[in-house]
């Protein structure tokens, strides 16, 4: 058996480990077993809808499935391949609960807001010229991305944002290699007819 | 080939899906197809503006939150188990179907006459005794069941037999000292679970009246009044638990409940009221750590509310100049 076969199997018999003893009722075991995958469903969630906010409601309801359906698990299937389905299936049917006003981070580039000087006003207006212009690409992608189809703007995230084999995204969807070829290349021509202008 | 066949060849290519034999025949080809060579280059632009474009990232701070709030979330999940999921579940311990079956059977001969027993018993109220644990002067009186949610599922016309299904509720009168710490829990639990905002109103209300601000807060208590003033629906129910909050000590759960209001809710009085609350500890040095100075400095950035930008800035500033 090669290396990363040593290595999957591995991690398939500590997940199989955590999944009993959460059915036993073990919380830690549920929570240790959340935190091996955790980071990724958030950040699929997040890059799905583009707010970190929904991001977090899709994160509850996914393990909150996970929690309620482990008794039932079959065991049949990888641990990660039903909870990633869970994960899409949860993103599919989101719905945003709050308009949040759409705005990116800027705290990492905006520094001291004080000073009267020609330089750092200059410095200023340049710091908020290009906040102003990566808002502006943000709002444009996240436009470009809600143009798509559900089923489309998911495979394009899985994709392009999180770097998923096209067979893994079709274990994840429950569809077949040829349907998810299908959206991603239909998902990446709209996306980018509607960048047109800005490329 | 077919030309068509080279564009899809194309995007597993920009996709890094191409395989060797496959990559040699698109090279091959885009040698020759100025068409496709256009194509490529017009992907390879979108890539370009996409790696520019800023993304949401999972920080660890975002995912420390979502851990939290599962938490809370898991506890409220745990405790909502219904008797009969639990029961439903125990039957699993039987291996063999036949002791399911014979259980099952039991159980349900029990159950039958159990309900029987509640429909037919004579008026009159009992105490709960020991039904509600942890009641100390408080006494709580079961009154007559009454059915609800009654459903008529089949009733042939002319035929003497019907189905129905329907719920046995048992009101339960109970009084007692709002000091109570049974009562309070009790309370607690009607506040996340009652579907009437009325009523979720009118318990905040009544907890954050009895709360003394030097009492060590009850953690399920202390639970509910976070998690009703972060996710409850109805906006005055969650000024009201944020009011209660503000009379416990400020300790990491209340914290980071506070932040969390300051960051994300939709009510920009209640964003006002959190910088109002927590500008008295922050200037006077009590509650200076980087999460609050954080929360505030976002805040001061990037609040669509013009008044709660500059409120932050003036708190975050007069931090700094001491």
Known sequence: ?199 | MKHNQFEDLLHLSFYHELDADNRAVLDDHLRNCAECRAESESLAKLDSFLVRSPRIDVSDQLLDEARRELRIALRLEQSRRSFWVEWLESLRIFGSPGARLAFGGIATLVVGFLIGYLVFMPSGGNDLGMAVPGLSQASARRSEPRVANFRLIHQAVGAEEVEFTFDMVTPVLMRGNLNDNAIQRVMAQALLSDQNPGARLMTVSALSNQIEASKTPDKEIKTALIQAMKNDANVGVRREALKAIQKFPIDKDIKDALLFVLKSESNPSMRIDVINFLEKPVLARQLVDSDVLNGLKQSMQSDNNNYIRIRAKNVYEEVNQQ
């Open chain 1, 1 to 199: 058996m090669s290396l990363h076969q040593d290595e999957h199997t591995s991690e398939t018999m500590i997940d199989l480990d955590l999944i009993q003893k959460a059915r036993g009722g073990d919380m830690g075991a549920f929570e240790q077993l959340v935190f091996r995958y955790d980071k990724q469903v958030l950040s699929i969630a997040a890059r799905y809808v583009q707010s970190s906010e929904d991001a977090k409601d899709i994160y509850q309801e996914v393990f909150l499935r996970v929690y309620r359906s482990l008794p039932k698990f079959q065991l049949r299937s990888q641990f990660s391949t039903w909870l990633f389905r869970i994960t899409t299936n949860v993103c599919l049917t989101h719905r945003t609960r709050r308009k949040r006003h759409l705005h990116t981070s800027l705290s990492q580039d905006s520094e001291d807001e004080h000073g009267a000087s020609v330089t750092d006003a200059l410095t200023e207006m340049r710091t908020a010229d290009r906040d102003a212009e990566r808002t502006d690409m943000a709002l444009h992608v996240s436009q470009a991305m809600e143009s798509l189809s559900a089923k489309q703007k998911m495979v394009f995230t899985l994709k392009y944002y999180e770097d998923y084999k096209i067979r893994e995204i079709a274990e994840m969807m429950g569809l077949a290699e040829g349907t998810v070829k299908r959206y991603l290349f239909a998902a990446t021509k709209k996306v980018r007819t509607s960048l047109q202008d800005l490329l």
